[in-house]
């Protein structure tokens, strides 16, 4: 997605914006920004995506040892 310099709203990759029609016009050097940044940005979600996943089941690990510690002292103390 670009910010389209006419009505600065996000529209797809494309020549015309979807929102307001105009001509969107970017030298090589601007698209391979454009789409570079895009990529940054997508890398960026998918390492936060597995960083969350990780801490999730890092905590329910903790979790699982923290219950079984507990039976297990509930057990000995019966």
Known sequence: M???PHCAKPT???RHCSH???IIQH???EKFELLSEAVEKAL???RQKR???RRVKMLI???IILLAVYVGVKSVGT
């Open 2 to 4: 670009v910010e389209c």
């Open 12 to 14: 797809a990759f494309q």
């Open 20 to 22: 307001c029609g105009t």
């Open 27 to 29: 030298t090589v050097e």
């Open 44 to 46: 960026k979600k998918e």
């Open 51 to 53: 960083k969350k996943k």
């Open 61 to 63: 690990g903790i979790v």
